[in-house]
């Protein structure tokens, strides 16, 4: 099965690439946009939000993804989302690479 990463990965650079469906959490965000997507769009998340605190959850949703992509970043040495490149992720066969 091919997983919305992999799509992600073998269009980078060719087309613009939004990529939709299951973000929940800030390293989402980091591993979309290092593998080569322009944006990401969030559903559920903010609407989990929403169903739980009105205006306020909605907010509280954007600053926690926020605060999470930030953390992830700066853990990564990336002082802006143009530092976040395919480098920063590795695929299931490098990671197996890497582990030999
Ligand atoms: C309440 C709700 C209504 C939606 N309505 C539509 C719709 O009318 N047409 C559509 O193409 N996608 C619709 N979507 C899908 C979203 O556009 C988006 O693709 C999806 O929610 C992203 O995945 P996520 O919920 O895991 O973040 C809807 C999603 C939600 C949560």
Redesign the pocket.
Known sequence: MVSRFQVVHAVQGKVPVFF????RRGTDIFKALALGAKAV?????V?YGLAAKGELGVKQVIQMLKDELELTMALSGCCSVDDITRSHVKTEKERFICRM
């Open positions: 939709d469906g299951g973000v769009l969030i559903g559920r998340a609407i």
